[in-house]
């Protein structure tokens, strides 16, 4: 994808043409024009954020689905911290099924809830062995069957591990899209489909991917960085967070700071460091 040859930067949104935005929302905004702005804000999303990538480290379809269930009110970095020790301790299904509990809890302890995610663990070792021959299934249904998987951590592994398209709704992907007037849902599972209509198929992985990215590095819970972001001409919320650049570029965060500050026309060398607070993995 490349980014939209209509694409503005913030600084060129006025607080009448963002209002205005907003009003056509709030009133309705009719499909067509929607599913432009969606386009629109999906190359602009891409080319903001081209490293755009499930943040968990695996090698397999198994190494994925662990690090997910381990993932749960847990950031990803946590959990790339203690999954190399335990798939090296657990390389099978097996493995897993036959653990030794008080062994298990201790190698995961530092993720939170570490009992729950044990019995996961176990049960869904158990369930790929006595069901599937040991090896972890590839259909949305057959995953979240297995004890610990629900439908985002499936569609986490459909995606990422199988290549088979799959949208990823987490606390950042619901509030993202319900702030961008994609959609209004609420549920999760409604969420995924209204957005599964709006965007190609072959794009469902990456746009979760995309969103992720942007809501853990500009568009913040409690303090979007307005002013610094790539989206604003085409987003209804713009104005919720500070609008005055030199503010907002504080507010960006990550590894590729240098690139999203360069995409609005902030100079990394001008802009003030990115300010502490709010945790950039936070919902
Ligand atoms: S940072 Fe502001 S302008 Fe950008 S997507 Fe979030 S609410 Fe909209």
């Not at 999906?42 to 993932?71: G, K, Q």
Request: charged share 20%; aromatic share 4%.
């Amino acid at each position: 994808m490349t980014i939209a040859s209509g694409s503005k930067p913030a600084a060129s949104v006025t607080a009448r043409s963002a209002a205005r935005l907003a009003k056509r929302v709030a009133e309705g905004e009719p499909a067509l024009g929607r599913s432009r702005r969606v386009g629109r804000m999906l190359r602009t999303l891409a080319a903001t954020h081209p490293d755009a990538h499930c943040e968990l480290d695996f090698t397999t379809p198994l190494e994925l689905a662990v690090a997910t269930i381990l993932s749960a009110q847990s950031t990803d970095k946590m959990v790339n911290s203690v999954t190399p020790a335990l798939f090296r301790r657990y390389p099978t299904a097996l493995d897993y099924a036959q653990a030794d509990r008080a062994e298990l809890e201790e190698m995961i302890h530092s993720t939170g809830f570490f009992r729950n995610k044990a019995n996961s663990l176990i049960g869904m070792g158990q369930a790929v062995v006595e069901k599937h021959d040991g090896v972890l299934p590839h259909t949305l249904e057959e995953l979240v069957a297995l004890p610990g998987i629900g439908r985002k951590t499936a569609n986490v592994i459909l995606g990422n591990a199988f290549g088979i398209p799959g949208i990823t709704v987490d606390t950042h992907f619901g509030r993202l899209v319900r702030r961008w007037g994609w959609t209004q849902e609420e549920d999760p599972v409604k969420v995924e489909h209204a957005i599964g209509a709006l965007v190609p198929k072959r794009d469902w992985t990456m746009v979760s991917h995309y969103v992720i990215f942007h809501g853990r590095r500009v568009c913040h819970a409690r303090k979007p960085a307005c002013g610094a972001c790539t989206l604003a001409a085409d987003c209804p919320t713009y104005g919720a967070g500070p609008t005055d650049p030199v503010q907002a570029a504080a507010l960006v965060k990550g590894p590729s700071r240098t690139h999203l500050l360069a995409m609005v026309g902030i100079p990394d060398d001008e802009a003030p460091p990115a300010a502490g607070g709010e945790d950039a993995d936070a919902p």
